[in-house]
Structures are given as structure tokens and as C-alpha cells.
């Protein structure tokens, strides 16, 4: 009866801040959509065929159905890019949640190799989100690097860590990280980079292919399958299965995702249902084509044997 109370009072605050952050954003959104658009009025950005060549990789799927560019090694001409984005003086951010008790660890390898690999020559913040300011690791950053450390408001209402996170993040993009960045990603703090995470990754919205089920059949694939829950997708439908581990975009995109992660837990509910943060976000690229989609060598698992596909790995996945 406790856990219930709790589920429902989960229910209630995250209905009332939803409706509250709403109002928030109307009010910003107007703003923010001529900021973007003076924006890209600056320079024309380059057309797809300027810097990406599918072609150059025929072992793999390099162009996805609704043609959206899958980015793997040779297929991109990093040189163009960096000629557009150089002028444009954007600013990157990157968030990080460090939670639990190995967090002092992980974190200081994940910033360490993140400051020497991820928008390198570009203007980047590192947010994270920690359950616990005492277990944070000493931090050297290079330059056009800087931090923001916050904490993660604690409930008992809490059941569930990913529904934690994502409502600190939802908070936290409406009230400081849209006005500070123009691009954004969430990762997971259990990688290493290992090479350049460059500009070729930025885009409206981004998805990271799973190490694993890339090299499976879409039946097969961890989908959501139960009717009544709103990550629900059918056996016979579906286009890749995403990672949790990256996922990138401008902030209103990320947050427009958080949002419906949200709303599909309350939703859920109301059939005494659960589902991963996974199976939602799936649902959501599955509905909302990613403009950009990462492939396994921007997340790929060291203890897998690598296949001839994997030519350059830029990030290691240890799960």
C-alpha cells in the first residue's frame, strides 16, 4: 500500500511540474525558434552530399530508410563540417549522471577521456547530475572546457533511478541548459573515449545503435510487446534498436523526449504497467526519426569479438 501511495504521489508531482514546465517553455519557445533560426540564417549549412558518402561503406546500412545518415568510419568528411561549425561559435554540452558507489571512478575516466576526444576545439560543458557532491573525483579540464556540478533532488517517491534522472533533467534543460548550449547529449557514465567524437555527430536529434542487436534480426529485438503499454511496437514493425547510453539533439529536442518518456511512466500507470527507459526511448525514435543515428563504433562493447564492420571505435561501452 506504501509503494502505491508513493507511485500515485510520483504521479501527481510530475503532472503538476509537467503542467508547470509547460507554461515555462511556451514562454521561451517563440524565442528560442528565432534564436535557431537567425542561426542557421548565418551560414547555410552544407547539404547531406557535401560530407557524407553512404557509398564509401557498402558492408553496411549507411543511409536509413526515411534517409537519415548512419555515420560510420569513411563515411563522413569531418573537413566540411568543422569549416561550418567553426564560424558558427557553438557551444556543446555534455551530461553525465553520476549515481551510486562507484560513481568517483567511472566519472574521472569518463571526463578524462571525454576532455580529450569529444568536440574537440569547440566550446563544451560538462553538466553532472550527482546523487552525492562527496564522491566526486578532482576534475583538470583543458581549455574551451568548463563543468557544472548538481545535485539530484532525492524522494521517496522515487522507485525508479532513470525516472529520477530524466525529471532532474527536464528540470534542469527548461531552466539553464537551453539558454547555455546549442547542441546537447545525455550519456552514460560506464564508457571511455577512445577517438574523436566530432562535430559529423550534431544534429537536430541523435540515436546511438545498440552494440548488440545491430547484428540481429528486428523480430528479435527487446522491443516493448505488451498492447496496453505506450512503448508499445508490434513484432512486425520497427527500424533499429537504440542505446541508451548516447543520446543527442538540440535541448528542446532532448527535452521534448524527456517528456514523453514521462508522460508514457504516467500514462503506464494507469494499467499497472512499467517499462524501461529503453523500450520508451525506442518507442520515441520509432515515432520521431532521428536525424542523425550512430553507428556500434561510437559505442561498441570491448568484450565482444569485433567484427570486420567495426573499423574505428570511438567510445567503449563497459556495462
Not at 212 to 223: I, L, Q, S, T
Request: aromatic share 16%; charged share 25%; hydrophobic share 40%.
Amino acid at each position: 500500500m506504501m509503494m502505491e501511495n508513493r507511485d500515485l504521489n510520483a504521479l501527481t508531482f510530475f503532472q503538476l511540474s509537467r503542467s508547470t514546465d509547460q507554461i515555462l517553455r511556451a514562454r521561451t519557445k517563440d524565442h528560442l525558434q528565432k534564436m535557431y533560426a537567425c542561426w542557421k540564417d548565418h551560414l547555410e549549412e552544407p547539404q547531406l552530399s557535401t560530407w557524407f558518402n553512404p557509398k564509401k561503406r557498402p558492408d553496411v546500412i549507411a543511409t536509413t530508410g526515411w534517409l537519415a545518415p548512419v555515420l560510420w568510419e569513411g563515411t563522413y568528411n569531418r573537413e566540411v563540417l568543422e569549416q561550418y561549425y567553426k564560424k558558427l561559435n557553438i557551444t556543446v554540452g555534455l551530461a553525465v549522471f553520476a549515481a551510486g558507489n562507484l560513481t568517483r571512478g567511472s566519472l574521472r575516466r569518463f571526463i578524462k577521456s571525454a576532455d580529450k576526444y569529444f568536440l574537440v576545439g569547440y566550446n563544451v560543458i560538462f553538466y553532472i547530475l550527482a546523487d552525492s557532491m562527496y564522491n566526486l573525483p578532482y576534475l583538470e579540464l583543458g581549455p574551451l572546457r568548463t563543468f557544472k556540478v548538481w545535485r539530484l533532488f532525492e524522494e521517496d517517491m522515487y522507485q525508479d533511478c532513470n525516472l529520477r534522472n530524466m525529471a532532474n533533467m527536464q528540470s534542469k534543460i527548461i531552466h539553464h541548459i537551453q539558454y547555455e548550449v546549442n547542441f546537447l547529449f545525455m550519456m552514460s557514465v560506464n564508457q571511455i573515449f577512445k577517438n574523436n567524437f566530432g562535430v559529423e555527430t550534431l544534429g537536430r536529434s541523435v540515436a546511438q545503435l545498440h552494440t548488440w542487436w545491430y547484428f540481429k534480426k528486428p523480430r528479435d529485438f527487446p522491443y516493448e510487446r505488451r498492447t496496453k503499454s505506450t512503448a508499445f511496437i508490434p513484432f512486425e514493425e520497427g527500424d533499429f534498436y537504440y542505446h541508451r547510453a548516447i543520446v543527442g539533439g538540440t535541448p528542446l529536442d532532448i527535452l521534448d523526449l524527456i517528456e514523453q518518456y514521462i508522460k508514457g511512466i504516467i500514462d503506464d500507470s494507469t494499467n499497472k504497467l512499467y517499462s524501461t527507459f529503453e523500450s520508451h526511448l525506442n518507442k520515441y525514435f520509432f515515432i520521431n526519426k532521428p536525424a542523425r543515428v550512430l553507428s556500434p563504433e561510437y559505442n561498441w562493447n570491448p568484450k565482444f569479438k569485433t567484427p570486420p564492420e567495426i573499423k574505428h571505435i570511438k567510445i567503449a561501452w563497459h556495462p
